[in-house]
């Protein structure tokens, strides 16, 4: 039982390339979350889902998008990156209604140059 | 507008020493209550929660923490602190709804002195 794993770790981007962050859960969660984290801001939610075919914007969703065509994964897309994109990013995963905890994935550090 | 406050941006303690991180929040009624804790380069943990009944909550490590709801605050305590819980602690504030969403605070980095 892995829980939540994210690829890549790291990554180097020039302006203007794309990329997709991965993010799977073994949990058979319904919920999942994509957060960047930049220095004294917290997390902010980009983009969500909570079902197999559907997301949501979040909180800072611009330049963004998401897919989620399996309930085990959930991507995350930069088609033109920038550099207010580089982040730490993580991925989040929670139960059905009820079960209020997201368990985080372990990150992906994302440079922009 | 929903909110979370953590005031110290940054808290040094000596080894041994209690902690207390303050957390205050704006909701418009009771929220689900979390502490995550984040050591260096890696992802959160959960520390402890709150959704409601007793008011003192213990937690993993050591930790607990107290919902006040006269005073909106869900402050974190440890009565003695070891170097290894240098590390960067988030109040997080949820609510009962169909999307799950939670809003961090900026977060308090706990730093120890041996």
């Known amino acids: 039982n892995a829980g939540v794993t994210q690829t890549p770790k790291f990554r180097v981007l020039k302006t203007g390339q794309s990329m997709t962050l991965l993010c799977a859960q073994d949990?058979?969660?319904?919920?999942m979350y994509w957060y960047r984290q930049d220095p004294g801001m917290g997390l902010r939610l980009i983009h969500y889902?909570?079902?197999?075919?559907?997301?949501a914007k979040g909180e800072v969703p611009d330049g963004y998008n998401v897919s989620r065509l399996k309930k085990q994964n959930f991507l995350l897309g930069l088609e033109s990156a920038a550099p207010s994109q580089t982040s730490v990013y993580f991925c989040?995963?929670?139960?059905?209604?009820?079960?209020?905890?997201?368990?985080f994935g372990p990150g992906t550090r994302l440079l922009v140059l | 507008a929903q909110s979370v406050t953590q005031p110290d941006i940054h808290i040094t303690v000596s080894e041994g020493a209690s902690l207390e991180l303050r957390c205050n929040y704006s909701?418009?009624?009771?929220?689900?209550l979390f502490w995550y804790v984040q050591s260096p380069g890696q992802g959160l943990q959960l520390l402890l929660k709150?959704?409601?009944?007793?008011?003192l909550v213990q937690g993993i490590k050591g930790f607990e923490a107290e919902f006040k709801r006269s005073q909106s605050s869900f402050n974190l305590r440890k009565p003695s602190v070891h170097w290894s819980d240098a590390a960067e602690y988030f109040c997080?504030?949820?609510?009962?709804?169909?999307?799950?969403?939670?809003?961090f605070g900026q977060g308090t980095t706990l730093q120890v002195k041996p």
């Open positions: 989040a995963s929670r139960g059905l209604a009820g079960t209020e905890t997201q368990y």
């Open positions: 949990m058979n969660h319904e919920y």
């Open positions: 889902s909570v079902g197999e075919g559907t997301t």
């Open positions: 997080v504030i949820g609510g009962s709804s169909n999307t799950g969403k939670l809003i």
């Open positions: 709150y959704f409601s009944g007793d008011t």
């Open positions: 909701y418009g009624a009771t929220p689900y």
